[in-house]
């Protein structure tokens, strides 16, 4: 638990420190004050003056400083002659820096300059000091530093205040440091795990420092902790401010904003006499007072702009340096109040979680061996969430395993009750029945489908779900996730789904949707459905031989959604209700759509896996269906009349082996927008009338083996976006192509054209070597030119059997394009105009076989993939890819070096060239000393020796150490290289490779996973190199720990060596050299104490934060220590 938490509310020992001359003052002012201290009832420690004896002051006096919640400094005319005192006051100065004690300073009768500037009495006190202490000046620089700091502060001058009358002046102070004391720090929480991480995420926001007024927001769903943050911001930031005040629990107090107005009021003017006649007169109160003074204002839990009208948070009505914090769950309240920046609170990641959940369940930091995994089911099932894992922490302390298990098997059919009361708020917040069914709708059976999909069918049922599913995003109570799809919290889903049970637990039938499994079969094979229910999920296994009757929906005449995958039904469709708007059902049994089914409002419909053999016998007009997903129905042959589907918008077809022909009527579908026909592999051509889908953005046709040629007028579609034709005979791509402006993303890898005119020899050699199979067909025929294609963002043309002189020349004229896949063709070079790509970020040539130089690249790359290019013998120079993050070369046999990449290392994160065995030792010497960045990626290259400059080695997977202690220098990181071979030969290596560190001085284990990816592995030694920071790991000087590397069960780790690296050097020399150097970075070996230097390159051991500029940086080895016996009460902390 992180130290900048700390003291909470009750911590302190004392209220007071008093610190003093004891000659000047004692027995004169520094008695009356203590005593006045003591009458207002405040807890003051005062040092007896035996204690003071010597230059040390003594460990209980420091306990007492750092146990202080204020510090008070009496400065008299001989305070700078004791060494005593001045020991004192830099171990306050220290509390203050660490703990956040308030000093504050008082003049007692002298110059508060002489005391900042150390003159008069102070400069003759230093003199005495520097003469006596001439071997450790270290210690009087201190004391120099803790006056000057201490004398800045806002404190009393006896000589300008209350007249110099004492009496007075001593009330002023007692008055002030009474307030202070009384300003009680928050509670945060029993066990503050976490809350570290996000206080510094809040914290960059807040800009502290900027004069401007500044309103920052706290988001996230109930339970999340955004209150317990908020408490933690306001204790470590309220006396910076010269009002503070921590309004909480708003929306509970919203029918007594009276009461809100009156507090913080009293915050402002320090009165608790506040006497307000109405709500609008406390606004304009508010309205003249909040200018006055500097203020930290903290609003939790609002969910309403009335709170915050009530309150006066108006930007101009707030005095200069002000900060207004509001936590809440409901986005579009920020976005009304115009915030300066929303701070999103997250889960839990499953280290944190584990920990918080294993205070509460165990009072300790880790769970126990026995209920370890029982554990990590708990936190699974929390998904994050700390009131959750409090709450369920809390109710399992202390119970036995078999309790463990019947709960965790309760919490997967009821919630816990703590936790869906805490999260219903959210639910009851909203004030429109609409957006309660919606809620409903999504909770129960729409988790993880694409937005717009469930709009559509949320809309049929007119539930107007742009604004609804709007405002459940904005309150936190869904989100989005990848490809837009709606996304919630299994606790928020979990408690959705209570909500529909709550009233009638044991009568299913009752439910307004059914989902819970077993509830739907009982209803359905008693058939005891009823008026009730709106949506009914069940979703049986593939081949489940379970049969119902379509007589149990008869009397659910509400019914609008309808799952049933893989449900065979006996019965008249009649009986299903005319309000479905969605029927899901994967393998429907039968070989048509009955005429008895009422299809009438239906927007969607997904029969994947169905037997249909053809759609309908009788057509009908379904003027409200949008989706229709008839994918991998093997037995249809036949398409609809779509002149009955005028609407329809998303068009699957995947996967339908047999069917042979579209519908000539696909072309009126004016509306549709998505058309995927992957893998129909009996369809041999798109109809005439298939340039008229004037709406059409998706077009995939992969798969489709007899599908050799695109319409000629495929120019016409020019909405098109997508066109994906992979893996198709595709001989020609017409030249109208070149018209669809909007097309942004185009892919042909694996077509390759017809094939040629061949002697039955050469098929046969073609099956024995790849390379003359690519040479039996002859390329793709691309337009000659491939202007207007300016959005083009992704070219795919991998495995199309491109030679020279096959890619158009004018490809530079892409303006737009972003990646670029020309892999597994037969090209010796690529045009030159290819460096004209100005947005290209990611170019691919990895097996290309021919390729033997690679020409300039444009300047924006970030990836380059040329792997398995076994003719490769040159590069153009790299040095002006300034962005280069990702370098894949691997097995380049003929490949010596690179020119430039030199010039990349500090930005470059991954390098692999496994296998370029004709690169010389030198260019692998400057690659490894000089590539600079940390985290994941690394470097891979052939090698059989960890390099002579880790003076750290050992063999095996494994190496011990004892941290060094050095003076002035904080561990930043440390750079890992090990030897590794494997049993298999160029194929890419299926485990992540890990990095652990046992610290047994701490008793932890930390695991770094993973630290690379895509392996190639080879039966020859290779070198891997990394950075890894220690701010995951945590090591600190002497700790002694073993450092184990772990690159999977496929390969063998035979050497490991490691350097430490500081962020400062390890001795003067090094400081010396600094001063005199150009270069930024150097290398410390401290086997011979010189200096390594190439190019201002080689040797450099920085950058453990591609941004980091906090200064220089350097590689530091100690010497082999022997292994120590490992603690089996380790804690495990997977990182």
């Not at 109405?278 to 609002?302: F, M, S, W, Y």
């Not at 694409?450 to 604004?467: A, K, M, S």
């Not at 890419?988 to 592995?1017: C, W």
């Not at 069960?1049 to 150009?1078: H, R």
Request: include cysteine; proline fraction near 3%.
């Amino acid at each position: 638990m992180a130290d900048e938490l700390r003291p909470q509310h009750g911590n302190w020992t004392y209220d007071v420190f008093l610190s003093f001359r004891g000659e000047d003052t004692r027995k004169n002012f520094t008695d009356h004050l203590y005593y006045a201290f003591k009458d207002a009832g405040i807890n003051v420690f005062r040092d007896d003056p035996e204690l003071e004896r010597g230059e040390d002051i003594s460990s209980e006096l420091e306990r007492a400083i750092e146990g202080s919640k204020v510090a008070v400094v009496v400065f008299s005319e001989r305070y700078a002659e004791s060494g005593w005192c001045l020991e004192e006051l830099v171990k306050i100065m220290e509390c203050r820096r660490t703990l956040r004690q308030l000093v504050f300073p008082i003049f007692y009768n002298v110059d508060p300059s002489y005391v900042r500037k150390q003159k008069d009495e102070f400069e003759e006190a230093f003199v005495k000091h520097e003469v006596r202490y001439f071997r450790d000046i270290d210690r009087v620089l201190k004391w120099r530093m803790a006056l000057t700091e201490a004398a800045n502060l806002s404190g009393w001058d006896l000589r300008n205040i209350a007249n110099g009358h004492e009496a007075k002046f001593i009330r002023l102070i007692v008055e002030k440091v009474s307030k202070e004391v009384n300003s009680k720090y928050l509670f945060i929480a029993l066990y503050p795990v976490g809350i570290e991480s996000r206080l510094k995420l809040l914290l960059s926001h807040l800009h502290i420092g900027s004069n401007d007024v500044r309103f920052v927001g706290i988001l996230g769903m109930g339970g999340l902790g955004k209150t317990t943050v908020a408490k933690a911001l306001y204790n470590q930031l309220y006396h910076n401010f010269e009002a503070k005040c921590f309004l909480s629990n708003i929306k509970a107090e919203t029918s007594n904003l009276i009461h809100l107005q009156k507090q913080l009021l009293s915050s402002i003017t320090n009165s608790t006499n506040i006497n307000l006649g109405n709500i609008d007169q406390g606004i304009a109160v508010l309205q003249e007072r909040l200018r006055c003074k500097r203020l930290l204002l903290i609003l939790d839990d609002v969910d309403d702009l009335s709170q915050l009208t009530a309150l006066a948070t108006t930007r101009d009505l707030f005095a200069s340096g002000s900060r207004i914090i509001i936590t809440t769950r409901d986005r579009h309240l920020l976005n009304q109040l115009e915030v300066d920046e929303i701070c999103s609170i997250d889960e839990m990641d499953d280290d944190e979680a584990l920990e918080l959940f294993s205070w509460h369940a165990f009072r300790n930091s880790y769970p126990s061996e026995t209920f370890h995994q029982l554990s990590k089911q708990v936190i699974t099932y929390c998904g994050g969430l700390p009131l959750a894992l409090e709450v369920l922490g809390s109710f399992l302390f202390g119970r036995s395993r078999e309790e463990w298990e019947d709960t965790l098997k309760k919490l997967k059919k009821i919630p816990n009750d703590q936790i869906q009361k805490k999260l219903k708020i959210s639910f009851d917040g909203l004030n429109d029945h609409t957006y309660k069914d919606i809620f409903l709708d999504v909770s129960c059976f729409f988790i993880g489908m694409e937005r717009n999909y469930v709009e559509q069918i949320l809309d049929g049922c007119g539930f107007f779900p742009r604004i609804g599913i709007s405002v459940l995003l904005q309150r936190c109570l869904l989100t989005i996730g990848d490809k837009n799809r709606l996304m919630m919290h299994d606790l928020l889903r979990d408690m959705g789904r209570e909500i529909v049970r709550e009233n009638f637990p044991k009568y299913p039938e009752r439910h307004s949707r059914l989902f819970l499994h077993e509830e739907v079969l009982s209803v359905l094979t008693r058939q005891k459905g009823t008026d009730a229910t709106e949506g009914l999920s069940l979703k049986l296994p593939r081949f489940s031989k379970q049969k119902l009757s379509t007589k149990a929906f008869n009397e659910m005449q509400k019914l609008r959604l309808l799952q049933l995958n893989f449900v065979d039904v006996n019965g008249d469709f009649k009986h299903i209700s005319e309000e479905i708007r969605w029927v899901c059902w994967h393998g429907f049994p039968l070989k048509f759509l009955p005429k008895e089914f009422h299809m009438d409002k239906l927007v969607a419909m997904d029969l994947r896996y169905s037997q249909i053999r053809f759609f309908w016998k009788e057509s009908k007009f379904l003027k409200n269906l949008k989706f229709l997903n008839l994918g991998h129905s093997h037995y249809l042959t036949h398409t609809p009349n779509f002149s009955k589907l005028p609407n329809l918008e998303i068009l699957s077809l995947k996967d339908c082996k047999n069917l042979i022909e579209l519908h000539p009527t696909i072309g009126e579908l004016k509306a549709l927008i998505s058309l995927n026909l992957k893998d129909c592999k009996s369809l041999n051509s798109l109809p005439n009338s298939f340039s008229n889908l004037k709406s059409l953005q998706t077009l995939i046709i992969s798969g489709c083996s007899k599908l050799n040629s695109l319409p000629e007028d495929l120019g016409e579609i020019t909405s098109l976006i997508t066109l994906i034709a992979d893996n198709t005979p595709i001989q020609k791509i017409p030249n109208t192509i070149i018209n669809l402006k909007n097309l942004k993303y185009l892919s042909l890898c694996g077509c390759k054209g017809s094939p040629s005119k061949s002697s039955f020899s050469s098929m046969i050699w073609s099956w024995i070597s790849p390379k003359k199979l690519s040479q039996n067909y002859t390329s793709i025929l691309l337009p000659s030119s491939l202007q207007g294609l300016n959005s083009l963002r992704k070219l795919c043309l991998k495995n199309c059997n491109l030679s020279n002189n096959t890619i158009p020349k004018d490809i530079g004229s892409l303006s737009s394009l972003r990646e670029l896949d020309l892999s597994e063709n037969l090209f010796h070079s690529l045009p030159s105009t290819i460096s004209g790509l100005l947005k290209l970020e990611t170019l691919l040539l990895d097996n290309c076989p021919e390729l033997q130089f690679i020409p300039n690249l444009p300047p924006h790359l970030s990836s380059l993939y040329a792997s398995n290019c076994t003719s490769l013998e040159r590069t153009s120079d790299l040095s002006n890819v300034k962005k280069m993050g990702s370098l894949s070369m691997s097995n380049c046999p003929k490949l010596m070096e690179i020119p430039g990449l030199d010039k990349l290392l500090d930005s470059i994160r991954v390098i692999h060239m496994e296998g370029c065995s004709n690169m010389s030792n030198s260019f692998k010497d400057t690659i490894l000393q000089g590539w600079t960045v940390s985290g994941f990626g690394g470097v891979c290259l052939p090698g059989k020796e960890v390099p002579d400059w880790f003076a750290y080695k050992d063999e095996g997977h494994s190496i011990f150490l004892e941290l060094p202690q050095y003076n002035n220098s904080n561990l930043e990181g440390f750079i890992v290289c090990i030897v590794y071979c494997s049993c298999f030969n160029n194929t890419v290596s299926t485990d992540l490779p890990s990095l652990s560190v046992i610290n047994y001085t701490k008793s932890s284990i930390t695991t770094n996973k993973p630290l690379t990816n895509d392996v190639i592995m080879s039966t020859q030694d290779h070198l891997w190199q990394g950075h890894l920071s220690n701010k995951a790991f945590k090591m600190e000087p002497g700790d002694e720990v073993e450092i184990i590397v772990d690159f999977g069960a496929e390969i063998t780790v035979k050497k490991i060596g490691i350097s430490l690296v500081f962020d400062k050097y390890v001795d003067q020399t090094m400081l010396e050299f600094a001063s005199t150097s150009n270069d930024d970075d150097v290398v410390v070996d401290n086997q011979d104490e010189n200096v390594s230097e190439k190019d201002g390159e080689v040797g450099s051991k920085r950058g453990f934060d591609e941004n980091d500029d906090e200064g220089l940086k350097n590689s530091y080895q100690i010497p082999k220590r022997l292994k120590c016996e490992i603690d089996s009460n380790m804690k495990i902390d997977e990182e």
